[in-house]
């Protein structure tokens, strides 16, 4: 970390911070991506947080709804709930 952060022309702290980021969840990297994301969930938010390795326990910390696709048996196009 200290090489990069010497290379960059930062501190350490800031690419420890940044480096977390490798592991968010792929449900809030996609909602970032698409400008779904919570309003308060912010890069300052992100990187002041402990985030949890768990992908479910950072979708929990940042209140992401869970949805998932009802199989309508009935012919009729699949309707999301939560």
Do not use: H, N
């Not at 479910?56 to 910390?61: D, G, K, N, R, V």
Request: aromatic share 6%; charged share 25%.
């Amino acid at each position: 970390i200290s090489i990069i952060a010497r290379k960059e022309r930062v501190t350490e702290a800031y690419i420890r911070t940044r480096a977390q980021l490798a592991f968010l969840a792929p449900a809030i990297q996609t909602a970032i991506q698409e400008g779904t994301q919570p309003g308060d969930l912010t890069l300052e938010r992100l990187v002041r947080s402990q985030l949890p390795l768990d992908w479910q326990a950072q979708e929990q910390m940042f209140r992401f709804a869970k949805t998932c696709l009802r199989i309508d048996l009935s012919g009729q196009p699949g309707k999301r709930s939560r």
